[in-house]
């Protein structure tokens, strides 16, 4: 249960790169090549470095084709670099382990720090004790609830409890699943090549934040929760979407769900 909410042809294939936009690097749009700059003839990429507005241009870098591109970490007084994301929504996070082979535009996600005053739960269901107890936010207590820690310079949440295989669960602050931080907050899903989680789905388009985290493995686990509440944001776009129940509409670019398997 969740909470509200090749191409077979080369000439296809390359219709469908230009109507993106997408240029591979050192080439040209122009036929005349013979106005080719030195960077396109050595086949250099042009990585543009956007300010998280996705407007605003901090800087531009040449990396050689097929290279990894070396960025320096940029500085906003009174933020927190959280990293270069590929999307200018800050949904999709860069990965610099990956060449660069075309011309390629990243944005700078910033936060910045504020004191998170909100109370955060376990909820679900499934077998194991405490979330049978859940049942799907029916109960949010003691042995529900997240221990925040006395840190002055950051918002941690953290949970030990037993799971068993199949069990599913998002963290929220209320039994209505308000400010929900499901499987697509999760850092990672895997330790030592083995999966621990998979993603239940979500309903209709809901965002891959809000679909169920669903247990692979049994046994115990030490949940990590990290909030950036001055940097939430609002689907207002969602046909559902009210002042109301705003809460149920709550997304954050930067808080993640770290775990650590604790064994049988």
């Known amino acids: 249960m969740v909470k509200k909410r090749l191409v077979t042809t080369l000439l296809l294939g390359t219709m469908v790169l230009g109507s993106l936009g997408l240029t591979a690097c050192g080439s040209s749009n122009s036929a005349d090549t013979s106005t080719s700059t030195e960077a396109e003839q050595t086949g250099d990429c042009t ?8 407007k605003t241009v901090l800087d531009t870098v040449t990396v050689a084709s097929g290279e990894t591109a070396d960025l320096k970490d940029p500085t906003k007084d009174g933020y927190t670099f959280m990293g270069w994301y590929s999307t200018p929504d800050l949904t999709r996070k860069f990965d610099d382990t990956k060449a660069i082979t075309e011309d390629t535009d990243l944005y700078a996600g910033f936060a910045q ?3 998170d005053t909100r109370e955060f739960y376990i909820v679900g269901s499934g077998e194991s004790d405490v979330l049978a107890e859940s049942n799907w936010g029916a109960v949010t207590g003691d042995a529900q609830k997240l221990t925040k820690e006395d840190n002055a310079e950051a918002n941690v949440y ?3 409890l037993d799971l068993k295989e199949g069990d599913q669960f998002q963290f929220a602050i209320d039994g209505s699943w308000s400010d929900q931080r499901g499987y697509g907050y999760l850092v990672s899903t895997e330790q030592d090549g083995t999966e621990y989680f998979k993603s239940s789905g979500s309903l209709g388009d809901a965002s891959v934040k809000k679909s169920n985290i669903e247990v692979a493995v049994a046994g115990s686990y030490t949940f990590t929760l990290t909030t950036y509440p001055a940097e939430d944001v609002y689907d207002t776009e969602d046909e559902y979407y009210t002042e109301e129940t705003k809460e149920n ?8 769900i770290e775990f650590t398997y604790n064994g049988q």
């Open 249 to 256: 509409f709550n997304l954050n670019p930067y808080d993640t």
């Open 113 to 115: 720090y504020s004191e």
């Open 158 to 160: 953290t949970i030990t």
């Open 47 to 54: 990585v543009t470095l956007y300010d998280s507005d996705g």
